[in-house]
């Protein structure tokens, strides 16, 4: 069973950056691709930024701010954030672009003054 842990969250300011990991147990990233998702309260989790095939794909909402990577050797994804907002705050979970395996715990990302 394919375990993703996800790390690097953290209380920052507005304008701050922050940089995401995500370790899974298996190469799923380098066969089906990576998604990096969250969920605000009381909103439903969305996917946020992605890499399927060798293309990248952002959601509008972070686009030109969030950088998505991997490391096929390492198992491991990124999602380098930039100039973040207040409504960039979420858990943020990683899984394959369609959401294949079972969730981690995400990590909190909280975006305040």
């Known amino acids: 069973q394919v375990q993703l842990v996800e790390s690097g969250g953290g209380l920052v300011q507005p304008g701050g950056s922050l940089r995401l990991s995500c370790a899974a147990s298996g190469s799923i990233f380098r066969i089906y691709g990576v998604g990096w998702y969250r969920q605000a309260p009381g909103k439903q989790r969305e996917l946020v930024a992605a890499i399927t095939r060798g293309s990248t794909n952002y959601a509008d909402s972070v686009k030109g701010r969030f950088t998505i990577s991997r490391d096929n050797a390492k198992s491991t994804a990124y999602l380098q954030m930039n100039s973040l907002k207040p409504e960039d705050t979420a858990v943020y979970y990683c899984?394959?672009?369609?959401?294949?395996?079972?969730w981690g715990q995400g990590t909190q990302v909280t975006v305040s003054s």
């Open positions: 899984n394959s672009p369609a959401g294949l395996y079972a």
